[in-house]
């Protein structure tokens, strides 16, 4: 028997696990989710308007460090690559990805590993729908909050058991919720957040997710709203169904991190650096070569579509988007 977080670990990142077998979890259209970079360059195009703010407000470091984590196959890096924003040339970029399938992806003007940094640097460290896949302990109102630990049946099948009343309750959680009520606790989240904050000397700890800025939302709301599971790019089955072959995530409680020097949906981060000017400049160049469009009018042109997607109030847009200065 173990706590769900042992089993979550095990279910994603174990020697089975959903992203670290061959032919494991990945990101784009014809994987097992969307993520923002894999919507189109414009993404990247937007996250390097900020890292030339970064760059700038630190004084511009001959040696810029920026480290994305869960990196997938590389497509951020390659959108911001594509952008060229005026921090590339002393930009050092580090992919991290646990799978080597994916890092076998890769471009190849990167660097690609399967672990963070240890030294500490100057530059941004990013993680897109990272800390939502993070194992996290789960707590389950029944008569009083108790956690839920993952045992056997006698067919081998993982059942949920309950333990005893917490206590102390974690200071998150309601002193009651309706019977079944269910709340994620994401330890691992908040230690991750620290370890980045300590790895940057100068710079910013940027964080993209999916979740709720309160705890308290999530017990109030059907758990199988926010703890979910995917593949093949549609939802998947309960989450103690066949370990390994799915992906297993939470909405984020952001209460449960280090509080952040800034709190805004996903929406208002990319228009705070620029994807309005951005698209606008897609519309004029699309507009000029519309008669013998190229590639690049092309690419300008699905500007539109792809900014409609990041900005979705009732999707992408909707994402909560943190950061931690340094």
Same mark, same amino acid.
């Given at each position: 028997?173990?706590?769900?977080?042992?089993? $979550?670990?095990?279910?994603?990142?174990?020697?089975?696990?959903?992203?670290?077998?061959?032919?494991?979890?990945?990101?784009?259209?014809?994987?097992?989710?969307?993520?923002?970079?894999?919507?189109?360059?414009?993404?990247?195009?937007?996250?390097?308007?900020?890292?030339?703010?970064?760059?700038?407000?630190?004084?511009?470091?001959?040696?810029?460090?920026?480290?994305?984590?869960?990196?997938?196959?590389?497509?951020?890096?390659?959108?911001?690559?594509?952008?060229?924003?005026?921090?590339?040339?002393? $930009?050092?970029?580090?992919?991290?990805?646990?799978?080597?399938?994916?890092?076998?992806?890769?471009?190849?003007?990167?660097?690609?590993?399967? &672990? $963070?940094?240890?030294?500490?640097?100057?530059?941004?460290?990013?993680?897109?729908?990272?800390?939502?896949?993070?194992?996290?302990?789960?707590?389950?109102?029944?008569?009083?909050?108790?956690?839920?630990?993952?045992?056997?049946?006698?067919?081998?099948?993982?059942?949920?058991?309950?333990?005893?009343?917490?206590?102390?309750?974690?200071? +998150?959680?309601?002193?009651?919720?309706?019977?079944?009520?269910?709340?994620?606790?994401?330890?691992?989240?908040?230690?991750?957040?620290?370890?980045?904050? +300590?790895?940057?000397?100068?710079?910013?700890?940027?964080?993209?997710?999916?979740?709720?800025?309160?705890?308290?939302?999530?017990?109030?709301?059907?758990?199988?709203?926010?703890?979910?599971?995917?593949?093949?790019?549609?939802?998947?089955?309960?989450?103690? &169904?066949?370990?390994?072959?799915?992906?297993?995530?939470?909405?984020?409680?952001?209460?449960?991190?280090? *509080?952040?020097?800034?709190?805004?949906?996903?929406? +208002?981060?990319?228009?705070?650096?620029?994807?309005?000017?951005?698209?606008? *400049?897609?519309?004029?160049?699309?507009? *000029? +070569?519309?008669?013998?469009?190229?590639?690049?009018?092309?690419?300008?042109?699905?500007?539109?579509?792809? &900014?409609?997607?990041?900005?979705?109030?009732?999707?992408?847009? &909707?994402?909560?988007?943190?950061?931690?200065?340094?």
């Amino acid at each position: 028997m173990v706590p769900f977080d042992e089993f $979550m670990q095990d279910a994603l990142y174990g020697e089975a696990g959903f992203y670290t077998k061959p032919d494991g979890g990945h990101a784009g259209r014809r994987g097992d989710f969307l993520t923002s970079p894999e919507v189109g360059p414009l993404f990247g195009a937007v996250v390097g308007n900020y890292l030339d703010a970064v760059w700038t407000r630190i004084g511009e470091p001959a040696e810029f460090t920026v480290v994305d984590v869960g990196a997938g196959p590389g497509t951020l890096a390659r959108s911001i690559a594509a952008a060229k924003p005026r921090c590339f040339d002393a $930009m050092r970029f580090i992919a991290v990805e646990l799978s080597a399938g994916q890092r076998d992806r890769h471009p190849a003007n990167i660097e690609s590993t399967a &672990s $963070m940094p240890v030294e500490p640097f100057d530059g941004v460290v990013i993680a897109n729908e990272l800390l939502d896949n993070l194992p996290f302990r789960l707590a389950v109102f029944d008569n009083g909050w108790r956690e839920a630990y993952i045992d056997c049946d006698a067919d081998g099948r993982p059942i949920e058991t309950l333990s005893a009343p917490f206590d102390p309750i974690p200071s +998150q959680l309601l002193r009651t919720a309706t019977l079944g009520a269910r709340v994620p606790l994401v330890e691992q989240a908040r230690e991750w957040v620290e370890a980045a904050r +300590q790895l940057v000397r100068n710079g910013t700890v940027l964080v993209f997710d999916y979740g709720v800025p309160l705890t308290a939302e999530l017990a109030q709301r059907p758990w199988r709203d926010w703890l979910r599971t995917y593949r093949g790019n549609e939802r998947g089955g309960h989450y103690l &169904s066949a370990p390994g072959s799915q992906d297993i995530t939470t909405d984020v409680p952001f209460d449960q991190l280090p *509080e952040p020097d800034a709190l805004r949906s996903q929406a +208002q981060f990319l228009q705070l650096w620029g994807i309005d000017d951005l698209v606008d *400049e897609g519309k004029r160049i699309w507009q *000029e +070569q519309a008669a013998r469009p190229g590639l690049e009018a092309l690419k300008m042109r699905s500007r539109v579509s792809e &900014s409609e997607a990041l900005l979705d109030p009732s999707g992408l847009g &909707s994402f909560l988007v943190a950061e931690w200065q340094a």
